[in-house]
C-alpha cells in the first residue's frame, strides 16, 4: 500500500509531464493532421534554454529568490521555445501544405534529426546536470519505516499542470483564437470561407504547444536536474502514446493519456523489470494504434470518399 | 528556405522590390538571432567542481545572423530574376502548344546514368587499385564502396515498402538487425556458413515483417510510420535486454567470416589464394564482400523491377495511389500490403546478414532509430520508386559525409578544432527538409509506368495527386 501510494505520486508527476509535450501532438494533430515528429526534440530544446537561463539568473544576475528565478525562466523559455515552433512551421511544414500525405512527416524527422544534432554541437554531447532548484518535501506518512513522501519538487510540477491546462483549456474553449483553432480543426476550407486566416491560427497552434513544451521541458529539467541532447526522443515517442491513447486530437484526452502513461511507466518498473519499462511504452502505442486508434476520448475517424 | 514569395514582388522590377528584400532580409536575420538566443549565445561547460559554466559566443551567433541575411538576400534576388523570367512564357498547363517539360530530361539521365552507375560500380575495385598504386592502399576505398552498396541494397529493399507500396515503414532497420542476428546467432552456436544462414537470413527476416505486418497494416499513412517505429524500437531494446541469447548491449563477436563458397579467404593450404595459385593478400576477402554485396543489391534490383511488371507490382503501385480505388476495384490491400511489407523485409534481412558478415562483430546499437531514418532519407531524397535515384542518393548520403571529413581547407577557414563530422547528422536532417521543400518527389520523380499501352510516357511526379489511404 504504501509503495503503491508512492508510486502514485511518481506516476502522477511523471504523466503531467507528459501530459504537457501530449498536448502539443494532439492539438497540431487535429489541425493540420500530421505527427510533428520533432516535438520531442522540441521540449529538449526548451530544457537547454531553460538550464542555460536559470544559469544566466543565478551565478550572473545573483538572483537568490527560488519563486522569482523559476518564473523567470518558465517564461523565458516559453518565449524563446514558441518562437522555434512557429519559425519550424514557417520553414519546414507551411511549404508542404497540399503536399502529398507522407511529405510533412519526413520534413518533421529531418527537423527532429536536426534539432537534436544542433544541440549537440552547440553544447557539447555531454550529460549537463543542473544545481537542485527545490529540495525537501512532506512525509505524508510514514509506517514500518517506508515514508510516503510528496516533495515540493512533485507538488509544484502538479500545481502549474493544473494551473495551465484550465487556462489552456479556457483559451480554447472561450477566446475567439480558440475557436478559430477548433473551426480549422473540423474544416479547414470552411473556416478559410468564413474569413479565418487558417495560416495564422496554425501557427499559433504550433507556438502554443511549443510554449507547453517549454513548461514540461522546465518542469523535466528541475525534476530529474540532467538533461542531453539526445532526451527528446524517448519522451517524445512517450507523450505521442499519451495523445494517441487518450484520442488524438483530444485536449482532455491528452492529459489522461498522460496520466495514464506516466502510471504505468512507474508501475510497471515498480514491480516488473526497469529494462523492459520503454517496451511496456511502446508496446501500449502498438496496441493501442491497432485495436484502438481513435484513443479512449478521441472521435472515430470518419472516411469521406 | 521557405519558398513563399509574395505576388507583389513578383510583379515589381528589381529596382523598385530592392528596399523590401532587404527589409525581409533583415526580418530573417532577426528572427535567427531570437533562435540564437541563448542556445547558441552562451555554452555550457563542465567548470571546476560538478558545476557548469555559461562561455559566450557572441561572435559565432553573429557570423550565423550575418550567414542568414545574405543567403535569404540572394534566395530573394534569385527568385526575382526567375519570376520576371517565368512570367514571360506561359506555365505548362496554360501552355496551348506542346511545352517540352521535364519529363523527357529526366528519362536521359535515368538511361545514362544506369550505365554509368554500373559501369563505376562494377570496376571500382579495379580502377581504385590502379589509381591509388596497390591493392592494400585501395582499401579505403573499396570498403567505401562496400558501405555505400550496403545502404543501396537497404534503399532498394525500403523502396518496395515506401516507393512502391507508399507504406511508411520507420521500423526497417529492425529487419536489418533480424537479419545480422540470424547470421551471427546461427553461425556462431550451430556452426552453420554463411551460404545456408544467408537465404535462412532472409527468410526469418520476411516471417517477421509478415508478422508484425500483419496486425498493422490495416492502419493508415502516419499510424502505420509510428506504430512500424514502435516495433524497431522494442526489436532494439529486445536485442539489449535479452542478454542470455543476444549478448545484451555488449553484443556478439567473432562472428564467423564468409568464405568463396566454401573455401577460406586464408593463408593456409586450402585456401584462397593456395587453390587459385596466387599469392596471398588479405584484400582478396575485401575485395569479394564488394562484389558479393553488388550482386546482393543487384539482385534486389532485378527482382524489383521484374515484380512490377506482375499483377502484384501493379497492384503495388495502385495502392500507393489510391487506397480507395484499389479496393472498389477488388484488390485484396492487406495481402498486397502484406507482400510488400515481406518482401522489403527480406530484403532487409539479406543485407543485414551481409553486414554481419563483413564486420564480425555486431551490438543493438547499430540499429537503432537513425538508421532507419537515413535509410528512409535515402528513399526519400532519392525520389521515391525511382531505382536510380536511390543509388544516388545512397551515394551522396554515405559518401557525401566521406569526403566532408576530408575536406582539410575547411580545417583553415573554421579553426584547427573543426571536426567536420560533427556536422554530418545536422546536415543530414537539414537536407531532408530542404528537399522536402524543395523537391518532394525527391531527385528523380519522373514517373514511368511500368505497363502501357503503346508509348510508354512519364509524366512528372508533380501532377500525380496521391489518394488518402
Redesign the interface.
Known sequence: MDVFVQQLINGLTLGSIYGLIAIGYTMVFGIIGMVNFAHGDVFMLSCFIALIAFLILTTWLGISSVALAFLVVLVVAMLLTALWGWAIERVAYRPLRGSFRLAPLISAIGVSIFLSNFVQVVQGARNKPTPPLLSGGITLFERDGYAVFLSYKQCLIMAVTAVLLTGFWYLVQKTPFGRAQRACEQDRKMAALLGIDVDRTISLTFVLGAALAAVAGVLYLMYYGVVSFSDGFVPGVKAFTAAVLGGIGSLPGAVLGGLIIGLIETFWSAYFSIEYKDVAAFSILAITLIFMPSGILGRPEVEKV | ????TDASSANASPEGALPAILRDAALYAL?AF??C????S?????GPG?????VPRWGLVAALCAAIFVARLLQRLVLLRRDARRALTPAPDQATEAVHGEPDAGQRVSKVGLWAFLGIALTLPLVATAATGGLSSARYWIDLGILILTYVMLGWGLNIVVGLA?L?D?GYVAFYAVGAYSYALLSTTFGLSFWVCLPLAGLFAGLWGMILGF??L??R???L???T???G??IR??L??WGDVTGGAAGISSIPRATFFGIPFTAGEDGFAARLGIPFDSMHRVVFLYYLILVLALVTNGVTMRLRRLPIGRAWEALREDE?ACRSLGIDTTATKLTAFALGAAFGGFAGSFFAVRQGFISPESFN??ES?II??IV?LGGMGSQLGVAIAAVAMVGGPELLRNLGFLKAVFGEGFDPS??R??L??????T???WR??GLISVRVPSVALGRRRAISGAHV??G?G
Open positions: 528556405m521557405a519558398r513563399t528572427v531570437g533562435l538566443v541563448p542556445i547558441v552562451y555554452r555550457t561547460e563542465s560538478s558545476d557548469l559554466v555559461l507508399g511508411l520507420l496486425p498493422v490495416r492502419l499513412g502516419d499510424y510510420a509510428i506504430v517505429l514502435a516495433f524500437e522494442i531494446l529486445v539489449i535486454n480507395i532509430f537513425l531514418a528512409l532519407a526519400v560533427e556536422y547528422l545536422l543530414f536532417g537539414l537536407a531532408m527538409v528537399m522536402m521543400v518532394p518527389r495527386s496521391e488518402h
